[in-house]
């Protein structure tokens, strides 16, 4: 599993569909990679080292575009499927192609205002799990965001939902280290700061 053939499975898709697609450029490569579909206004997703940890993962991306599709009638803010081509998922040459992690990093900003992205981890679950997923994000102030939601980030109803994502998001670095060795060393510090400490508290 290569990032050449995911883009090339991602390409081949949108030409058997009549999607021009003349140069397409790597957006991103980490636990999925995205690629823009230049010139055609898509973006696709091939689920890399997400599809390692799971039997299915056309299955999941399938339940995700039922919930996006669902959402995005009702008005809520979230980016649709593309209307070029059927939203899939399509299986290409080994790979799931195509359009619950509640954390700024899947929100893109658009004239819009900000939409929210990528809903391949939603399942059935208590609200506390995205509150924990939002208060644990280095990329803003996740207590203070927590506050403005109304919620009391010591709260200890929260720790085992913290504590479950730090286990999570540590067990998908080090597999995202087989797939891609440039983050081992991160993997490394991630698994190192868990093993001090498992509880996911961060302050």
């Known amino acids: ?9 991602a390409v081949a898709v ?20 995205r690629v ?40 809520a803010p979230v980016v ?7 939203p899939g998922p399509h299986l290409r040459d080994g790979f799931a192609v195509m359009h619950g992690d509640a954390h700024p990093g899947n929100l893109l900003a658009t004239p819009r205002g900000l939409l929210w992205n990528d809903f391949e981890e939603c399942m059935t679950a208590p609200v506390a799990w995205d509150l924990a997923v939002l208060g644990r994000t280095l990329r803003l102030d996740g207590r203070a965001a927590l506050r403005a939601y109304g919620v009391d980030p010591d709260d200890p109803a929260l720790a085992v939902f913290r504590a479950a994502r730090a286990l999570q998001g540590t067990l998908w670095q080090l597999v995202r280290a ?11 510090r991630a698994l190192d700061a868990w093993l001090r400490d498992p509880s996911g508290a961060r302050r």
């Open 36 to 75: 823009h579909l230049r010139p055609a206004p898509v973006v696709a997703r091939v689920p890399t080292v997400t599809a390692m940890g799971r039997d299915r993962p056309d299955e999941v991306l399938r339940r995700e575009l039922e919930v996006v599709s669902h959402l995005h009638r009702a008005g």
């Open 1 to 9: 599993m290569t990032t050449a053939s995911a883009v090339a499975a």
């Open 80 to 86: 649709p499927p593309s209307d070029l081509l059927p």
């Open 178 to 188: 087989q797939r891609l060795p440039r983050h081992e060393a991160e993997a490394a």
């Open 14 to 33: 949108a030409r058997a569909h009549g999607v021009r697609v003349a140069e397409p450029v790597l957006l991103h490569d980490s636990f999925n990679l």
